[in-house]
């Protein structure tokens, strides 16, 4: 009934087949020919013919209220499609826990919203059981985490490298030999540390300090577990926190010693009264990937993100 509206609104605005033909490049019969098939679908005549200039009849009023409905309609979708393709509108969901959250975000999303304003952006912190069932059923674009997520599920986009640290309080008895393993706070911002000039501690010589780790099933604690198991001994655990920067706050108030990401070391100011070491194998090396549904929809936004994400830091 509306496939030819815009041929029928134009008749409608001059008032006249011939002139709206000359505005439409076609010619009067194949115009006249197109209205007259609209007017027998509806059963009702749109123009009076018999009026000079032509008039509208009482269902062609009712048709051109209609269509100019349309056209409006027609218009917001063509803005909104405009506007999410420039990205002057449109969300974006991203899931982290603590650590990403406060230290590893912020920096991505700043960029992201100097760059589209207009985009609005939702944190969402938790633990990667809560992350990853809200990435499953769509509640979130993206989850940044370092727990390798199901691959047949979802998809994922690399954004660095990671490496786990010891952080042992400095009141603790440590052999003196172990000296020349210690690592300055600078050397694990700048990431030196990780030339093999470096070398790594052997961490069966802290089997008998207190030690703080995460709560079971966090993959630091993981890691943890597997690096003293592999050293031949069983952490004396006298805490078990949820976070990483809980349990580096605990450290640093001289309680025990803590795993502790080089993510978080570099990103937070050196504690004076913390030694720092590197440890060997490959538990102590992880990657941390923004995981997506698999064939879920990318957004522009989601496109963007992930673009963004991948360029190199302004050395600025």
Same mark, same amino acid.
């Given at each position: 009934?509306?496939?030819?509206?815009?041929?029928?609104?134009?008749?409608?605005?001059?008032?006249?087949?011939?002139?709206?033909?000359?505005?439409?490049? &076609?010619?009067?019969?194949?115009?006249?020919?197109?209205?007259?098939?609209?007017?027998?679908? &509806?059963?009702?005549?749109?123009?009076?013919?018999?009026? %000079?200039?032509?008039?509208? $009849? =009482?269902?062609?009023?009712?048709?051109?209220? #209609?269509?100019?409905?349309?056209?409006?309609?027609?218009?917001?979708?063509? /803005?909104?499609?405009?506007?999410?393709?420039?990205?002057?509108?449109?969300?974006?969901?991203?899931?982290?826990?603590?650590?990403?959250?406060?230290?590893?975000?912020? !920096?991505?999303?700043?960029?992201?919203?100097?760059?589209?304003?207009?985009?609005?952006?939702?944190? $969402?912190?938790?633990? $990667?059981?809560?992350?990853?069932?809200?990435?499953?059923?769509? %509640?979130?674009?993206?989850?940044?985490?370092?727990?390798?997520?199901?691959?047949?599920?979802?998809?994922?986009?690399?954004?660095?490298?990671?490496?786990?640290?010891?952080?042992? !309080?400095?009141?603790?008895?440590?052999?003196?030999?172990?000296?020349?393993?210690?690592?300055?706070?600078?050397?694990?911002?700048?990431?030196?540390?990780?030339?093999?000039?470096?070398?790594?501690?052997?961490? =069966?010589?802290? %089997? %008998?300090?207190?030690?703080?780790?995460? $709560? !079971?099933? /966090?993959?630091?604690?993981?890691?943890?577990?597997?690096?003293?198991?592999?050293?031949?001994?069983?952490?004396?655990?006298?805490?078990?926190? /949820?976070?990483?920067?809980?349990?580096?706050?605990?450290?640093?108030?001289?309680?025990?010693?803590?795993?502790?990401?080089?993510?978080?070391?570099?990103?937070?100011?050196?504690?004076?009264?913390?030694?720092?070491?590197?440890?060997?194998?490959?538990?102590?090396?992880?990657?941390?990937?923004?995981?997506?549904?698999?064939?879920?929809?990318?957004?522009? #936004?989601?496109?963007?993100?992930?673009?963004?994400?991948?360029?190199?830091?302004?050395?600025?």
């Amino acid at each position: 009934m509306f496939t030819w509206k815009k041929y029928i609104y134009e008749v409608y605005l001059e008032k006249s087949f011939s002139k709206a033909a000359q505005n439409l490049y &076609i010619s009067q019969p194949s115009l006249s020919a197109r209205v007259k098939k609209v007017e027998e679908r &509806i059963g009702f005549p749109l123009f009076d013919r018999s009026t %000079s200039p032509l008039q509208l $009849t =009482e269902v062609g009023e009712v048709y051109i209220e #209609a269509a100019e409905e349309i056209f409006k309609i027609e218009q917001r979708v063509e /803005n909104y499609i405009n506007n999410l393709s420039t990205l002057k509108i449109g969300s974006l969901s991203i899931g982290a826990s603590n650590l990403f959250a406060a230290y590893v975000l912020p !920096p991505l999303i700043t960029d992201f919203k100097q760059k589209f304003p207009d985009v609005h952006i939702q944190i $969402t912190e938790g633990n $990667t059981t809560q992350l990853e069932s809200m990435l499953s059923n769509n %509640s979130l674009d993206f989850v940044i985490d370092n727990y390798h997520y199901d691959r047949t599920l979802y998809s994922k986009e690399l954004y660095c490298k990671e490496n786990i640290l010891l952080a042992v !309080p400095k009141n603790l008895p440590v052999e003196e030999s172990l000296k020349q393993y210690r690592l300055t706070h600078e050397s694990i911002k700048n990431k030196s540390y990780l030339n093999h000039t470096y070398p790594t501690v052997p961490l =069966e010589a802290f %089997s %008998s300090l207190p030690f703080i780790m995460l $709560t !079971p099933g /966090n993959d630091t604690r993981i890691r943890g577990d597997r690096l003293c198991r592999e050293a031949g001994f069983h952490p004396n655990i006298i805490l078990e926190l /949820n976070q990483q920067s809980t349990a580096y706050m605990a450290a640093s108030t001289q309680l025990g010693a803590t795993f502790i990401s080089d993510m978080l070391v570099s990103q937070l100011p050196s504690f004076e009264n913390l030694d720092y070491y590197k440890l060997d194998g490959s538990s102590a090396n992880r990657q941390v990937f923004f995981y997506y549904k698999n064939h879920k929809y990318k957004t522009r #936004a989601m496109e963007e993100f992930l673009t963004m994400m991948h360029m190199p830091a302004d050395p600025s």
